[in-house]
């Protein structure tokens, strides 16, 4: 032992002799912050709870991964890489970290404490802490890289059914599923609401010779699901107007199919990738769902009727 | 045989479990006085081991109505959101409990940081506390995928992915985390075996550690700089 390890333990030794009893004032201290922290978990729990979100969808990728918030801090980081380095930067640098961390007590050995006389360590934790924090802050305020879709409920409860329900076994969207059935992308909008009701009610008292068994579900049940079917799909034919009225309002800022500018996304595959409601909302009205848009909102500079028709033509872009 | 055996039921138990002398050993033991809104800041510890209690309690009672497999985790999850009793409480205390838990440690591990409670002889208590704190986190991402919602898949999807950055062991990394190349059914297994099975373990072993050397070096003084001055004048740092 190093004579300074030595007379640190006798300092020790004397603070302690002039200190006090664990039990009752250390553990009182303890035990009363135990109980506020207690009390404001209490009161987090209550009023927000734990939320949870729709069921998981490998299928959806236009869904925005949000990490817990406190790797926020890391990802904001990782955005000063160029692409290739990010993502041997998103293992290396915590690992460099932790590996610092536990490297601490022996870069920093000698016998000095208070936090004046390590004025290079203090400067490091202080740079380090305000660092993580104000990533951190960054990190909640960066916008989403997909915009969070505002989802309609029923859709969405429809969306449930038909994977709980296996519909996939025989009917596909897009392409993707079975191939019993028709796809159900194909469907949405070509038959009526009413159509589709009497449809899941009876399939053979709409469509006599159909294979397609009578389910039994309830009123709403059969609300959702067919809100769900309507949700795919373009929702009908465009009119001829809907591409001359791309061209001059859209094309100031937005390509399609090679033609236009690249201020806003090129739209040529927007149908791909967003649903009809999506589109409609942004057209109508882009803070909503992305609030550091630069996009003018549409609703009132065109009718509602074309409106519909620019979103019928961009769901078609696929 | 211990002073305190007048031959009544008190001694007879001391004599033969020694809780008295364990009693002296963890709570009538002197500790160094820390003056004001700085001895608050020796509370963060004892906070966190708190909280972690409370993860343990709250997540053993959700443990009984959970289903770990893609079908039923989320239905699980509603169904105690909904219909058990305290349920929603429950899960919102393991919920907050968890980004408690990482508010606590780092605080408390500044407060241990910026007073150099991690010198002579504290150096093991800091290195396990990092280890604790690697530890806390592996707890939040293999928690988060429990819910089999939209946000627990494609986190757990981009975390998986990063993993599967690291240099040389990468692909392994990611296919052991995963189960297999794809995310599904053995994923989710994997993740709640080593939530509620392997990390547990570890923690508890590394808490008991951590702990002993607290109570074995005795919880350090706050620095002043009249005590730095002292040990400056020791020969042969
Ligand atoms: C599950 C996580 C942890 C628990 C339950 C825990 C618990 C405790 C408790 C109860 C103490 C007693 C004194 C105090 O509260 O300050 C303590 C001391 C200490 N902890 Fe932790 N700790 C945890 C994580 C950490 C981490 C992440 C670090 C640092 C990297 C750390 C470093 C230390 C050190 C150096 C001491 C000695 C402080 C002194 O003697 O003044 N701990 N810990």
Not at chain 1, 166 to 186: E, F, M, Q, S, W
Not at chain 2, 55 to 81: C, E, F
Request: hydrophobic share 45%.
């Amino acid at each position: 032992m190093k004579p300074w390890q030595e007379a640190y333990e006798k300092r020790y030794k004397a603070a302690k002799e002039r200190g006090r009893s664990f039990f009752p004032y250390a553990v009182f201290k303890d035990a009363l912050v135990a109980l506020i922290v207690f009390g404001v978990l209490s009161y987090l729990a209550i009023h927000f709870g734990a939320k949870l979100e729709e069921l998981a969808d490998p299928t959806d990728t236009t869904y925005n991964p949000r990490p817990e918030w406190y790797f926020l801090f890391l990802f904001q980081a990782l955005k000063a890489f160029p692409g290739s380095l990010e993502s041997v930067a998103a293992v290396v640098l915590p690992g460099a970290a932790i590996l610092l961390l536990i490297a601490v007590p022996f870069m920093d050995s000698g016998p000095l404490r208070h936090p004046l006389n390590r004025p290079f360590w203090t400067a490091l934790g202080i740079f380090a802490a305000g660092g993580v924090a104000t990533l951190t802050f960054f990190g909640l305020r960066s916008p989403l890289l997909n915009p969070t879709q505002e989802r309609n409920p029923q859709v969405m409860a429809g969306k449930r059914l038909f994977s709980e329900l296996n519909c996939a076994y025989c009917h596909r969207i897009n392409g993707k599923g079975g191939k019993v059935g028709p796809d159900l992308a194909a469907v949405a909008g070509t038959r009526s609401d009413d159509w589709l009701k009497a449809h899941f009610r009876n399939p053979k008292a709409v469509s006599p010779g159909s294979v397609m068994p009578k389910l039994n579900l309830l009123p709403e049940e059969i609300d959702d699901l067919t809100a769900y079917v309507q949700s795919l799909g373009t929702g009908g034919p465009y009119s001829p107007e809907a591409p001359k009225l791309f061209a001059a309002d859209c094309e100031v800022c937005h390509t399609m199919h090679g033609k236009g500018a690249d201020i806003g996304p090129d739209l040529s595959h927007i149908g791909a990738a967003r649903e009809r409601g999506f589109i409609k909302n942004y057209i109508m009205n882009p803070a909503n769902t992305k609030p550091d848009s630069i996009m003018p909102s549409f609703k009132g500079q065109l009718t509602g009727l074309q409106i519909e028709d620019l979103t019928r033509y961009l769901a078609h872009q696929r | 045989m211990s002073a305190s055996n007048d031959g009544g039921p008190r001694g007879w138990l001391y004599e033969r479990t020694g809780v008295d002398r364990v009693w002296d050993a963890l709570f009538a033991r002197k500790v160094p006085e820390a003056q004001g809104w700085v001895s608050w800041l020796y509370t963060l510890g004892s906070a966190t081991l708190f909280v972690f209690v409370l993860q343990a309690v709250t997540g053993t009672l959700l443990a009984m109505n959970y289903v770990p497999s893609p079908d039923h985790a989320y239905d699980s999850v509603r169904y105690i959101n909904t219909s058990v009793v305290m349920g929603h409480y429950l899960r919102g205390l393991h919920h907050w409990g968890a980004s408690a838990m990482v508010v606590l440690v780092g605080l408390h591990m500044l407060r241990t940081y910026f007073m150099g409670a991690y010198k002579y002889p504290r150096e093991g208590t800091w290195m396990i506390g990092v280890l604790l704190l690697v530890v806390v986190i592996g707890f939040g991402f293999t928690g988060y995928l429990l819910p089999w919602d939209q946000k627990a898949y494609w986190a757990t999807m981009v975390g998986t992915n990063i993993a599967g950055q690291t240099p040389f062991i990468g692909p392994y990394l990611k296919k052991i985390f995963r189960g297999g190349p794809e995310m599904g059914a053995a994923t989710m297994t994997r993740f709640y075996a080593l939530h509620v099975l392997v990390l547990p373990a570890i923690v508890g072993a590394l808490i008991m550690g951590h702990l002993f050397l607290v109570v074995w070096h005795g919880i350090s003084e706050p620095p002043t700089r009249a005590a730095d001055a002292d040990a400056e004048k020791e020969p042969g740092r």
